[in-house]
């Protein structure tokens, strides 16, 4: 299973960018999908979810209204659409595939290396 993130960079405040996490050697499609950031010096935290079965979507109050989780089926990637980004929003960003997700990252068995966002004020 290999799990690759990419889509991170330089943005300023305001901004957007779209990350995208493909993924390889699962059913793609029966998995639920996570995003997760750190922060240097900080814990690793939940920021979107998305899950196969019932299609809902979660987040974090920190984004909510700004992120947007999504995946295609058909190419295996799994998305993450920011937009209005903030200074605060700065981290590695980490995509995580599970059989059951939610926002504990225990529950992933899958993760990408990581997309580095940097927004600047």
């Known amino acids: 299973v290999q799990l690759q993130a990419f889509g991170g960079g330089l943005v300023q405040a305001g901004g957007c960018l779209r990350l995208s996490c493909a993924a390889s050697g699962l059913a793609f499609s029966t998995y639920d999908m996570g995003w997760f950031r750190q922060a240097p010096g900080t814990e690793r935290e939940f920021v979107a979810g998305?899950?196969?079965?019932?299609?809902?979507?979660d987040y974090a109050d920190s984004v909510k209204g700004r992120f947007t989780i999504s995946r295609d089926n058909a190419k295996n990637t799994a998305y993450l659409q920011m937009a209005s980004l903030k200074p605060e929003d700065t981290a590695v960003y980490f995509c995580a595939a599970a059989i059951t997700g939610g926002r504990w990252s225990g529950r992933y068995a899958y993760w990408g290396q990581g997309t580095e966002v940097t927004v600047s004020s």
């Open positions: 998305d899950t196969w079965s019932s299609g809902s979507r």
